[in-house]
């Protein structure tokens, strides 16, 4: 996050750009609990009849209108964040990991 810390003694987050816990929040609530355990398909290729039938097996399908690769979930997750955001707080960094060593970095500075 960017920003400056908060400069009031009364504010219980004196000190702080921005509480940690309300960036987990904004986390769980807009990426982790949408997409936990979803299958996340690009609404608009032929796979949307895969997604359609894992529905019908009771698996959580995810139409995105983008490819879901891991650079383009990062631009998804970087827009989410963002929302939600106080107007004085920024987003600077996002890093996404596929596995250990496979990952996609988003740098506000390139946007």
Do not use: P, R, W
């Given at each position: 996050?960017?920003?400056k810390p908060i400069n009031d003694l009364e504010n219980p987050k004196n000190g702080m750009v921005v509480d940690f816990?309300?960036?987990k929040t904004i986390v769980k609530s807009e990426i982790v609990d949408v997409w936990?355990?979803?299958v996340l398909i690009n609404?608009?290729?032929p796979h949307k009849e895969l997604g359609e039938d894992l529905e019908k097996r009771g698996q959580k399908v995810i139409y995105c209108t983008f490819q879901p690769t891991?650079?383009?979930?990062?631009?998804a997750i970087?827009?989410?964040i963002?929302?939600?955001?106080p107007?004085?707080?920024s987003l600077a960094y996002l890093k996404l990991h596929e596995t250990e060593n496979s990952y996609g970095e988003w740098f506000a500075e390139d946007n």
């Open positions: 996050m960017k920003g816990g309300d960036i936990d355990h979803a609404g608009l290729s891991c650079e383009n979930m990062l631009y970087a827009a989410k963002k929302s939600k955001l107007a004085e707080v």
